[in-house]
């Protein structure tokens, strides 16, 4: 069988950039709780507000290593899988990566040693902006991120020279038709994360009835901010949606199962998309809410995939149905905030069972739907990879054999299960050690550089003994 080095160098990335995204998306709500939690208890001199940042600093200090260790291999596949993308972008990508690195990942850097090893060698103050740099580090690198990402799905302020892509309008090319909802999609996204990690831990702790003034603290606050901010996401991605449907109408077909143009369009429910046959088998559909929703008018017109080419439609069963995932899971997110809301008459948020073994299973919830979010986004793209000038095929490294991305895929996967594992691990020390061991921890003097894992390495000794 011939190895098609195009599927598999997409396959690769798709592989790379799934396990890398479920880490920064974690680290960029995290960094904010931190943050605040070292504000609370700068103001308050509260211990429990400390005792719940320094453990929450040790998550942060596990999670951000494993996100910087698998990020790395990214923008090496740019030159190894897609060199004719990396030389046609380079004026735009070149200087957008390395302003991330420059504002965003030189602020994280220089002030995380701060965060994780300066507590009671700086003044309060200093530690606590120090939090907050980090936290600021994080909105600068999605920021560069996401404007990378944006220009390859609505591209503009590009002007084509011969085989290259020159920037013609900086204002444009950084702030494209779609920057701005994908952003705030992404960054609310990461604070759904973080927020429910922190509820769902906390949920944890408050069952085994551990350390249950600070941990019912940090559920209580977290479910006033999901409470907040679930349905704010239901509002951003309606607007997202809309924006999609202007610019990227094939994507939206796809995310609909619709196959054919039309007004009234139902919502399809489920459906298995049949994209050979072009049609879809088993569907389960509510008259005219698609149009409804879509276009805010119940007999508004939608695309369908069979206004364009076949070669130009996306894997279809895939965008439907990481679509469905991503927004099933969101309601139930809200779901939960609301109940959270409807349990706080006589504290039962804090007590009742079934609610907080609930919130320990839904702390997963929003991993498996931001990666779902992803591949809307870049599945549904395809098959271009600048949407419109330039596709994957076109993209692709002229010189890449299947046998070499094939060995590469491999490669990535046996290193990152390594990675997954040994970072699930260090996790499962730290959240089984617990609030209780921050209480004992012991600044130990050294006369070298400390790495960023060993400000979790404490706990891990405690939990032996216990």
Request: glycine fraction near 10%; hydrophobic fraction near 55%; charged fraction near 15%.
């Amino acid at each position: 069988m011939e190895l098609d080095p195009l599927l598999l160098s997409r396959i690769q990335f798709a592989f790379v950039v799934s396990f890398h995204a479920i880490f920064p998306v974690f680290t960029i709500g995290l960094a904010s709780y931190i943050a605040l939690l070292e504000g609370l208890f700068f103001k308050t001199k509260n211990p429990a507000w400390e005792r719940l940042a320094k453990f929450w600093t040790q998550v942060f200090a596990v999670v951000f290593g494993m996100g910087v260790v698998s990020g790395i291999v990214m923008s090496f596949q740019f030159g190894t899988n897609w060199s004719n993308f990396s030389y046609a972008t380079a004026n735009f990508l070149g200087p957008v990566l390395s302003y991330e690195v420059i504002t965003a990942f030189f602020l994280e850097a220089g002030f995380l040693g701060v965060m994780l090893f300066g507590r009671n060698k700086v003044p309060k103050g200093v530690h606590l902006f120090a939090a907050c740099m980090v936290a600021l580090g994080t909105f600068i690198s999605a920021f560069w991120i996401l404007s990378a990402n944006s220009l390859m799905q609505t591209p503009a302020g590009l002007e084509l020279r011969g085989e290259i892509y020159h920037v013609a309008s900086w204002a444009e090319a950084l702030f494209t038709a779609s920057f701005f909802y994908r952003f705030w999609h992404m960054i609310v996204a990461s604070f759904l994360t973080g927020g429910f990690v922190v509820a769902g831990v906390s949920a944890w702790f408050l069952l085994k009835g551990r350390e249950v003034e600070a941990n019912k603290k940090a559920l209580s606050m977290t479910l006033w901010l999901l409470l907040i901010i679930a349905p704010a996401q239901l509002l951003i991605g309606d607007f997202h949606g809309l924006s999609t449907l202007e610019h990227q109408p094939t994507k939206v077909a796809a995310m609909e199962g619709n196959w054919e143009r039309g007004t009234g369009v139902p919502l399809i429910l489920f459906a298995i998309p049949d994209q050979e046959n072009e049609k879809n088998h088993f569907e389960i559909k509510i008259p005219k809410l698609a149009s409804l929703i879509l276009t805010h008018d119940s007999e508004g017109e939608l695309p369908g995939l069979l206004d364009v080419p076949a070669e130009e439609r996306p894997p279809v069963f895939i965008v439907f149905w990481a679509f469905r995932i991503m927004v099933g899971l969101g309601v139930l997110m809200i779901g939960f905030a609301f109940a959270g809301l409807f349990l706080r008459a006589g504290g039962r948020f804090a007590s009742s069972s079934w609610y907080l073994k609930g919130l320990v299973a839904m702390s997963l919830s929003p991993f498996i739907a931001v990666v779902a979010g992803w591949f809307v986004t870049e599945v549904g793209r395809a098959p271009w990879l600048v949407y419109g000038l330039m596709t994957h095929a076109e993209g692709l490294t002229p010189s890449l054999t299947g046998g070499m991305a094939l060995f590469t895929l491999i490669g990535y996967i046996l290193v990152y299960a390594v990675i997954f594992s040994a970072g699930v691990y260090y996790l499962m020390r730290v959240f089984q050690a617990g609030i209780e061991a921050t209480d004992d921890d012991k600044e130990v003097e050294s006369d070298h550089a400390k790495r960023p894992l060993s400000a979790a390495h404490v706990p891990f000794e405690q939990g032996d003994k216990a």
